[in-house]
């Protein structure tokens, strides 16, 4: 079904490294459903703790719902609003999900992207840490950032249709049944890029200020300012894959009606995009593990571009 796992083993580690000192919250971009699988699969596979997955309500039909759930998934609704008891009953259960030093994934953008550009973060979930935090449910809140890219999402089709208008189908039990023929085909590798972790104790130092001596409406700030730092960190680690590449190209050619050296116009777009790359503290590094599909890990040298832009 796919080729294997492409990722930096030194992002790994470290992330393994700070998520023994307490909780932490990861946050990856959210592409397809299969996201849901992926990271636990990969933390599994590096001996680390695997996280509690905040799941949309609609994943909790049979036999998905107990499925997800085994593999360490809560469900929540789309909204909590006109439900009080709903909301503090979920505030607790978070509360002590992070006391007792768990760690959590959830999706900010709230659902798939169904053009692979990142959506506006939703900011409820991150109220609801923030204040677990305020109330001492853990020292200090970690964020890490990850994106999770394909060369072929899964859900091309029905993305498709509903970018031209059409309904979106309800998850059901049906549509796992007929999800066998997707076993049958290939969609490439699937990419995954860890940013490094935000900390708010150290952005609350850098402000020289305590969270809970903030009045609401600079706390409500800060949490929108947050959200959209995760989203952008998110960003700035996109890997362009070379799907991308030729998709984009293949657009151009479109628009343009010019054929061509179809191998010089991706080299250029290769050039133009280089110095858009952002180098973080692991991007020096190329090695990279790749699990393939006998599942067995080889280290391997593979030149990536980690750009400022979904593509």
């Known amino acids: 079904m796919f080729q294997g796992i492409s990722y930096n083993v030194e992002e790994?580690?470290?992330?393994?490294?700070?998520?023994?000192?307490?909780?932490?919250?990861?946050?990856?971009?959210?592409?397809?459903?299969?996201?849901?699988?992926?990271?636990?699969?990969?933390?599994?596979?590096?001996?680390?703790?695997?996280?509690?997955?905040?799941?949309?309500?609609?994943?909790?039909?049979?036999?998905?719902?107990?499925?997800?759930?085994?593999?360490?998934?809560?469900?929540?609704?789309?909204?909590?609003?006109?439900?009080?008891?709903?909301?503090k009953v979920f505030s607790e259960y978070i509360h002590q999900v992070l006391l007792e030093g768990y760690n959590i994934k959830i999706f900010i953008e709230g659902t798939?992207?169904?053009?692979?550009?990142?959506?506006?973060?939703?900011?409820?979930?991150?109220?609801?840490?923030?204040n677990a935090y305020k109330n001492g449910a853990c020292d200090d809140l970690v964020f890490a950032p990850i994106y999770i890219g394909y060369d072929h999402v899964l859900e091309e089709k029905s993305y498709l249709h509903e970018i031209e208008g059409g309904k979106k189908e309800p998850e059901s039990f049906l549509q796992v049944v007929s999800a066998r023929k997707f076993l049958k085909n290939r969609y490439g590798k699937i990419y995954i890029k860890?940013?490094?972790?935000i900390s708010l104790n150290k952005l609350l130092e850098q402000d020289g200020t305590r969270f809970d001596e903030m009045l609401t409406k600079d706390q409500n700030a800060l949490c929108r300012n947050m959200g959209h730092r995760i989203i952008n960190a998110i960003n700035t680690v996109t890997v362009i894959t070379p799907h991308a590449l030729v998709t984009a190209e293949s657009?151009?050619?479109?628009?343009?009606?010019?054929?061509?050296?179809?191998?010089?116009?991706?080299?250029?777009?290769?050039?133009?995009?280089?110095?858009?790359?952002?180098?973080?503290?692991?991007?020096?590094?190329?090695?990279?593990?790749?699990?393939?599909?006998s599942m067995t890990p080889s280290v391997t040298s593979v030149p990536r571009l980690a750009g400022k832009g979904c593509m």
């Open 12 to 87: 790994l580690q470290h992330i393994k490294a700070i998520s023994q000192k307490g909780p932490i919250v990861f946050v990856p971009c959210h592409k397809s459903h299969v996201d849901y699988l992926m990271l636990p699969y990969l933390m599994y596979r590096n001996n680390m703790a695997v996280p509690y997955i905040a799941a949309g309500a609609n994943l909790s039909f049979w036999p998905i719902g107990p499925i997800f759930r085994a593999l360490g998934a809560f469900f929540l609704r789309r909204t909590f609003r006109g439900n009080v008891l709903y909301s």
């Open 112 to 130: 798939r992207s169904r053009t692979g550009k990142l959506i506006m973060p939703k900011l409820g979930f991150l109220s609801i840490l923030m």
């Open 194 to 197: 860890f940013h490094p972790t």
């Open 251 to 293: 657009g151009i050619q479109m628009h343009v009606g010019q054929a061509g050296d179809v191998a010089h116009r991706l080299s250029y777009m290769v050039r133009a995009i280089r110095p858009l790359a952002v180098c973080s503290r692991f991007s020096a590094s190329s090695q990279t593990t790749e699990w393939g599909p």
